[in-house]
């Protein structure tokens, strides 16, 4: 990469760290420190302004680089992301939005300890909480990294660790300092920079095509090293029955654990009424809609400009695909369209992940004061504001965010980001929805629930390939796989729905008909919601 590349591209990177920071310093001047503040900014955002920021917080650097990447390298199998990740809002509007934001307060665990024993149910779900906002974290590290290595110079380790921390830096003051009004803010500028990008980036795949998306597809299959397979199913997911069956689980983690993301979940509380959280979730359809059917063009452009095996050098998970597609678009290596056009792409990239990371470190920094701390803190001590708590909490998250994302930087970033899923549909999901719908459902199948699903979700990934055991794994020196699927949702989430079942219809605690009767009321009618 030139030095005119770098020096346009990290300009740009500097312009909007200086405006996001800019953003936070204003925020936090005129904030009034109280934890609605802190964690829902207020509840001050119009369906509009929070339909953006969900966007914002959605599009990650897992849709915008892995997706692509993913395509570029596997074709149709690749696209089975984008659909995984569009479909999921569907649960979400229908059965998630309106009534969490009409039960809770700052937290998932606010809806389910509405009509349980507060402490066992707070410490269950603030722990899942705090594990799935970690794992996708992680991912955002590893795309910021993969990213700025290939700016300065290909494959520089120190660069991309030093990126890595950097990063983990940038989140925790922005967390720190601004709460979730300056996290809204920087999610909305972010969410207007990346659809602006992207646009244009699948104008021009098109306009080299001249309109034929026949023609595109023809030539990413040409360009592939795969032919006519790469447009068929099977080409990643496809031949053994495990490969088949990773799929499935796949799918289910994408279609459900959107339903059960801490920092989405978050984000509904913003807005004042309920209704207003159900007319967010339609704008963020739209928006995210419109983005991953761009995607789809920009990974298969990837694959018929640039080439699979040229992406797979750069990158071998195909994260840099859509920088490199920036670059042969604007006229290629040393031209000046394509500088312009590889730093533009780049540092919307780095937008993303600097907006996503923050949305995700308020989220869990809330798990931790608002459900854990407060829950475990022994009632003789010395007391300590929430606010103040979640402070010192993203720092903690922070640091181990970047210790993963360092462990994990040759990992592709949607493929973390489906661990991500599938712990949170295992362990979040079934114990919102026995909440919100089982009448009888109990304190003992609550925490059940949550523990029969993030257990199995993570000792599955453990003894999975993505592990040990494969050339490619997180430690390929050694051998301890024994699950041979590389998502665990398959099992893992049945066995949330199932542990949630079993605690409920063995506890000696009877179901509290009262509190049931008043969540039922209130989430369905928003009265006495906060």
């Not at 300092?177 to 104008?203: D, E, F, H, N």
């Not at 739209?286 to 059917?293: A, E, P, Q």
């Not at 729905?497 to 009767?517: I, M, N, Q, Y």
Request: net charge positive; proline share 3%.
């Amino acid at each position: 990469m030139t030095g005119t590349h770098q020096t346009l591209a990290l300009v740009l990177f500097s312009a909007f760290v200086a405006v996001t920071l800019g953003i936070t310093t204003w925020v936090g001047r005129n904030r009034h420190g109280s934890a609605e503040e802190f964690y829902a900014g207020g509840r001050l955002f119009s369906p509009m302004e929070n339909g953006f920021a969900i966007a914002g917080d959605y599009m990650s650097a897992a849709s915008f680089l892995g997706i692509s990447g993913l395509i570029a390298l596997f074709g149709y199998d690749g696209l089975l992301y984008s659909v995984g990740f569009l479909v999921a809002w569907l649960v979400v509007l229908f059965l998630v939005a309106e009534l969490v934001r009409n039960c809770g307060r700052f937290t998932m665990a606010d809806v389910v300890a509405s009509r349980m024993r507060e402490r066992p149910v707070r410490i269950a779900a603030g722990t899942s909480s705090v594990t799935v906002s970690v794992l996708y974290l992680v991912a955002q590290m590893v795309g910021a990294g993969s990213l700025v290595a290939l700016l300065l110079g290909g494959k520089s380790g120190a660069a991309q660790a030093w990126t890595v921390v950097g990063v983990g830096a940038l989140m925790v003051i922005y967390v720190s300092l601004g709460g979730m009004r300056a996290t809204t803010w920087i999610q909305i500028v972010k969410a207007v920079l990346l659809m602006g990008g992207t646009i244009a980036l699948t104008v021009l795949v098109l306009a080299r095509f001249h309109g034929d998306f026949n023609q595109l597809l023809r030539s990413a299959a040409a360009r592939s090293g795969h032919g006519s397979d790469f447009l068929a199913p099977g080409l990643k997911y496809g031949g053994s029955w495990t490969a088949r069956l990773d799929f499935i689980s796949l799918g289910l983690a994408l279609v459900l654990g959107t339903a059960g993301l801490p920092h989405i979940l978050s984000r509904f509380y913003t807005v004042p009424t309920a209704r207003a959280a159900r007319r967010s979730v339609i704008w963020s359809i739209g928006l995210i809609g419109s983005f991953y059917l761009m995607t789809i063009v920009l990974g298969f452009g990837a694959a018929a400009i640039v080439g699979s095996s040229a992406v797979r050098s750069s990158n071998a998970a195909g994260n840099t695909a859509v920088p490199l597609l920036a670059l042969d678009l604007g006229g290629g290596a040393g031209s000046t369209g394509g500088t312009v056009l590889f730093a533009i792409v780049a540092a919307v990239a780095f937008a993303t992940i600097l907006a996503v990371v923050a949305g995700i470190t308020l989220a869990s920094s809330a798990s931790v004061a608002h459900d854990l701390y407060a829950s475990l803190r022994r009632p003789g001590g010395k007391p300590y504001s929430e606010v103040a708590v979640a402070r010192i909490a993203a720092a903690g998250i922070g640091v181990l965010a970047i210790a993963l994302g360092l462990l994990a930087r040759d990992l592709n970033v949607a493929f973390l980001v489906g661990l991500a899923f599938a712990v949170a549909a295992s362990a979040n999901l079934p114990v919102l929805l026995y909440s919100l719908f089982w009448r009888n459902f109990t304190t003992r199948g609550a925490v059940w629930s949550v523990y029969g699903g993030l257990v199995p979700a993570l000792a599955l990934v453990v003894l999975s390939p993505v592990v040990s055991g494969s050339p490619t794994s997180l430690f390929p020196g050694v051998d301890f796989q024994f699950f041979p699927l590389e998502n665990p949702g398959l099992v893992s989430i049945p066995l949330g729905f199932l542990a949630g079942w079993l605690g409920t219809v063995t506890s000696a605690e009877p179901p509290d008909e009262a509190k049931h009767a008043e969540t039922e009321v209130r989430a369905l009618t928003g009265a006495g919601a906060v």
